[in-house]
């Protein structure tokens, strides 16, 4: 168990609608990543948020969006939703967002209808 | 820039012999090199990192990498493989210094046969 929480672990969604995925970090880490894990594109870095404040961006759609909440928590939002949205989204944290060590959480798998 | 190659997408090897697993990477600065190891259905476990201290790197579940600057290689290796060793592998690299993006190679599957 690396310390960090996702929820939910599954998600069942149609096309065109919006979702939410929740991330909590191990405790004490203040940086926080997104990454999704796909079959045609593997895995990518997403976005990466430290101490509330979005510190890098990386193949994310305009589509989606994320923040970090004053208690270090962060979501993830889906909007627009398409079938090659479907994949596995990870959430993974570090102490302070420099060349630590990631530890990633569970995942959310998203499937869109 | 930075890029990872990994050289095998499937790896079969029978149980209690070696496993090797290719990686090579492409940075134009000092990387730091990770190997993660996803089971089915888990979240990704690292299993060993690299940051510029010694070259040959042992990591959790009896695997270690080395670090071959001259043939940018971060190769993944176990003396006798295990069944629970059965997993998809991945090698990273990210650069060294300046933020902390991950890139991730294709993945590794390996198989490991009774």
């Known amino acids: 168990d690396s310390g960090v929480t996702q929820t939910p672990k599954h998600l069942i969604t149609a096309t065109g609608q919006r979702v939410t995925l929740r991330c909590s970090p191990r405790?004490?880490?203040?940086?926080v990543y997104w990454y999704q894990q796909s079959l045609d594109q593997g895995l990518q870095f997403l976005i990466q948020?430290?101490?509330?404040?979005?510190?890098a961006k990386g193949n994310i759609l305009e589509r989606f969006s994320a923040q970090q909440f004053p208690d270090l928590h962060s979501e993830l939002n889906l909007s627009s939703l398409e079938l090659g949205d479907s994949a596995l989204y990870f959430c993974?944290?570090?102490?302070?967002?420099?060349?630590?060590?990631?530890?990633f959480g569970p995942g959310t798998r998203l499937l869109v209808l | 820039a930075q890029s990872v190659t990994q050289l095998d997408s499937h790896v079969s090897v029978s149980e209690g012999t070696p496993v090797l697993l290719r990686c090579n990477y492409s940075?134009?600065?000092?990387?730091?090199l990770f190997w993660y190891v996803q089971h089915p259905n888990k979240g990704l476990q690292l299993l060993l990192k690299?940051?510029?201290?010694?070259?040959l790197v042992k990591g959790i579940n009896g695997f270690e990498a080395e670090f071959k600057k001259s043939e940018t290689s971060f190769h993944l290796t176990k003396p006798s493989a295990h069944m629970s060793d059965a997993a998809e592998y991945f090698c990273?690299?990210?650069?060294?210094?300046?933020?902390?993006?991950?890139?991730f190679g294709g993945g590794t599957r390996l198989m490991v046969k009774p």
């Open positions: 405790s004490g880490d203040l940086s």
């Open positions: 990273v690299v990210t650069r060294r210094g300046a933020g902390n993006m991950l890139t």
């Open positions: 948020y430290y101490n509330g404040e979005e510190r």
């Open positions: 690299y940051t510029s201290a010694a070259t």
């Open positions: 993974a944290s570090s102490l302070t967002g420099f060349h630590e060590t990631q530890y």
């Open positions: 940075s134009s600065y000092s990387p730091s």
